[in-house]
């Protein structure tokens, strides 16, 4: 038998590691509706090099690699995000530039994505959000 999830508990976990790590007060209807909830399967790309990212991710369960290939065809993992934290190419999110990054899957991975215009309509609204 599969994996399943609650999507309310996943809002409650973002909440709580919300105020916990960043002392950032959220609000739960505010979440439900700017981030969505999604499943990545393993070896799925939430990115792929040279993508413009549209998402800001916070990873419920599971675990994703940043990586890079050079010149000469050789894969180079940057890092690895596991539960309980946001993960995107965030210079290239917050910016619009190309990601020099791979964004992968390594197991099936519950996350909550953020867009980039709900992401920068927040932190207009909320300096709280600055700290994601």
Known sequence: MGYVVETANIYRKLILVSKELY???????????????????????????GDIPDYLYFIYSGLIR????????????????????FASS?????????????IE??????????????YISNIENNKYWAEI
């Open 23 to 49: 002392n950032l007060p959220l609000d739960e209807d505010l979440l439900h509706n700017v981030f969505k909830y999604k499943l990545f399967k393993k070896t799925e790309f939430l990115c792929m090099a």
């Open 66 to 85: 940043f990586f890079y290939i050079d010149y000469e065809g050789n894969e180079h993992i940057k890092d690895f995000f596991f539960e309980d934290q």
């Open 105 to 118: 899957a390594l197991e099936d991975t519950h996350i909550l994505q953020i867009n980039y215009n709900n």
């Open 90 to 102: 965030y210079a290239s999110f917050l910016y619009r530039l190309p990601s020099p990054y791979y």
